[in-house]
């Protein structure tokens, strides 16, 4: 696929380029459609995208949270990704959750920073591109603005 979307730049000599323009230039060469998901799977992705949008109030402070939260287990040879609700779930599986969703900051802040290095490497006549990676002033900033509801009122 990487291929076809490097061979569809060079074609076009796009630049920015839109992933339905590239899937409907590659099924005119011949790329193989993928196989519908079931309407089950389907279905468990809709509730999985439901449960995540859940937020509730804390009653002490007001502030929102996210009253579902996921987390992986193996059964056997198959993974299972789970669902808890952050009012009842005991504290491994919300301890799971949280550094699962830690390592994903990270992983994201480590690629972003690779990526950053490698423009600013090829662009040396440019301004670098650099950002923080401590996010702890971002987070107290937000923590410290008003409530979107609160804005509405």
Known sequence: ?????????????????????????????????????????????????????????????????????????????????????????DRGPMLKSAVTRREQMVGDGLQLTLDLMHWNSINPDKPPIELPMDLTFDIELRLSAPDEDDDAA
């Open 1 to 89: 696929m990487q291929r076809l979307i490097r061979a569809y730049r060079d074609e076009t000599g796009k630049r920015e380029i839109d992933m339905k323009e590239v899937a409907k230039w590659a099924v005119g060469k011949g790329w193989p459609l993928p196989t519908p998901k079931s309407p089950i799977d389907i279905l468990a992705q809709n509730f999985s995208e439901a449960a995540r949008e859940e937020t509730r109030r804390d009653t002490k402070t007001g502030r929102p949270y996210r009253a579902n939260h996921s987390f992986s287990v193996t059964q056997g040879n198959q993974q299972l990704h789970l669902w808890i609700d952050i009012d009842e779930a």
